[in-house]
Nanobody
């Protein structure tokens, strides 16, 4: 059974930091592109960051310089280090795994972890 389980969300003050983790099971982790998405109430789901099997990364312009995505293939985990958090970062953050090369069949989602940035 394929599972993606996010953790690390919570309440933090503006300017603070959080580290999100996503633990994957049931897949050959190293073969998948891993992504973090987020969705705030009333807004569309947006891509935050992505990391390929070869550790190439991409970030949304809104988080560049503040967020860092990384992966540990030995532990089947992908992380998102979030620094200098802003209230507009508040959202439900989802972990996504997609087989590389791209596949609609082999694409999975976690249930999400809530990040709230507020004073």
């Amino acid at each position: 059974q394929v599972q993606l389980v996010e953790s690390g969300g919570g309440l933090v003050q503006p300017g603070g930091s959080l580290r999100l983790s996503c633990a994957a099971s049931g897949i050959i982790f190293s073969a998948y592109v891993m992504r973090w998405y987020r969705q705030a109430p009333g807004k569309q789901r947006e891509l935050v960051a992505a990391i390929t099997s070869g550790n190439s990364t991409n970030y949304a312009d809104s988080v560049k310089g503040r967020f860092t995505i990384s992966r540990d293939n030995a532990k089947n985990t992908v992380n998102l280090q979030m620094n200098s958090l802003k209230p507009e970062d508040t959202a439900l953050y989802y972990c996504n795994a997609e087989l590389n090369p791209s596949s609609t069949r082999y694409k999975y989602w976690g249930r999400g972890t809530q990040v709230t940035v507020s004073s």
